[in-house]
């Protein structure tokens, strides 16, 4: 049974910094990874998708590594600011297409 | 505009009434899902569908069924509605190919008083 966990649960840093969200899962046999962003009260956007033979996606200041072997992957957020405060989750589409999700990481981006 | 549309954004109703969510998706998609987001943030799937068949059941009380009546709906129908059903549920769908992720709904929430 795969099983996500998205380590730190929350953050809070301050504008300008960079920051790095993780992820890891149980079962390596996966046909791709996800990253999507929620806002509270809101649905989910989708951030970033690394294929499986993927090492990495970047879009805008975002960049998205993939390990499949060690079952790890990391968001990473250049210069954050205040409008990237969300919750960040990370899903994992494996055997019979179910899409896993974990725990998120609830991120606040002060001014 | 191209995306997931869930009916109704949110739903008021009381302990043993009958409710239904209706989802469309003009993406061309062949499987459909349905999650739930449970008061502790955590989204686990409940159903999916591939071309108007049941693909995937996880542990759900038979008083969740959905219904596709095409491959570009899925409906998600609740019976004797219950306080723990109170939710925000989550319609998502994905295409064929697997280097494609998934497109989700907006979300439904659900609270049963």
């Known amino acids: 049974k795969q099983e996500v966990t998205q380590i730190p649960a929350a953050l809070s840093v301050p504008e300008g910094e960079n920051l790095v969200l993780n992820c890891s899962f149980t079962?390596?046999?996966?046909?791709?990874l996800q990253w999507f962003r929620q806002d509270p009260g809101k649905g989910l956007t989708s951030l970033l998708l690394i294929q499986s033979s993927q090492r990495e996606q970047t879009s805008g200041r975002l960049n998205a590594s993939l390990d499949k072997s060690s079952g790890r992957s990391t968001l990473y957020i250049a210069a954050s600011q205040p409008g990237d405060s969300a919750t960040y989750l990370c899903a994992v589409q494996s055997s019979g297409d179910k899409l896993t999700f974990g725990t998120g990481t609830r991120l606040a981006v002060r001014p | 505009d191209t995306a997931v549309s869930q009916t109704p954004k949110y739903l008021v109703t009381q302990m043993g009434n009958d409710k239904s969510i209706k989802c469309e998706q003009n993406l061309g998609h062949d499987t459909m899902y349905w999650y739930k987001q449970d008061s502790k943030k955590f989204l686990k799937i409940m159903f999916s569908y591939n071309n108007k068949e049941l693909i995937i059941n996880e542990t759900v009380p038979n008083r969740f069924s959905p219904k596709s009546p095409d491959k570009a709906h899925l409906n998600l129908h609740i019976n004797s509605l219950e306080l723990g059903d109170s939710a925000v549920y989550f319609c998502?769908?994905?295409?064929?190919?697997?280097?494609?992720?998934?497109?989700f709904g907006s979300g439904t929430r659900l609270t049963v008083v």
């Open positions: 998502a769908s994905s295409p064929r190919d697997r280097d494609y992720g998934y497109t």
């Open positions: 079962d390596s046999a996966i046909y791709n």
